[in-house]
């Protein structure tokens, strides 16, 4: 079974950046998953997709994040990672890794107005 555990979340100035990272263990790497993902939920709204990356390298976002979000990989140390740049207030969400069919626990980043 996949664990995955999120860090890097926090408090960051609206406008500025944070950078979340996902390590996995157990027996399923991150180099041989079939789809990395990332998701964000906030209080009483539905978990939103925010970021994919295929097997081959291929990315892909949504229109509100795109430009701003970055995924990429490690996969000599089996992490995942997303660049968030430009943080808007309302991205004060609880952000989850997927690899695969597992979820991550989460880790909130606030942003601060």
């Known amino acids: 079974q996949v664990q995955l555990v999120e860090s890097g979340g926090g408090l960051v100035q609206a406008g500025g950046s944070l950078t979340l990272a996902c390590a996995a263990s157990?027996?399923?790497?991150?180099?041989?998953?079939?789809?990395m993902r990332w998701f964000r939920q906030a209080p009483g709204k539905e978990r939103e997709w925010v970021a994919q990356?295929?097997?081959?390298?291929?990315?892909y976002y949504p229109d509100s994040v795109k430009g701003r979000f970055t995924i990429s990989r490690d996969n000599g140390n089996n992490r995942l990672f997303l660049q968030m740049n430009s943080l808007q207030t309302e991205e004060k969400e609880v952000y989850y890794c997927?690899?695969?069919?597992?979820w991550g626990l989460g880790t909130q980043v606030t942003v601060a107005s």
């Open positions: 157990g027996r399923t790497s991150i180099a041989s998953a079939y789809a």
């Open positions: 997927k690899v695969d069919d597992e």
């Open positions: 990356m295929m097997p081959g390298g291929s990315t």
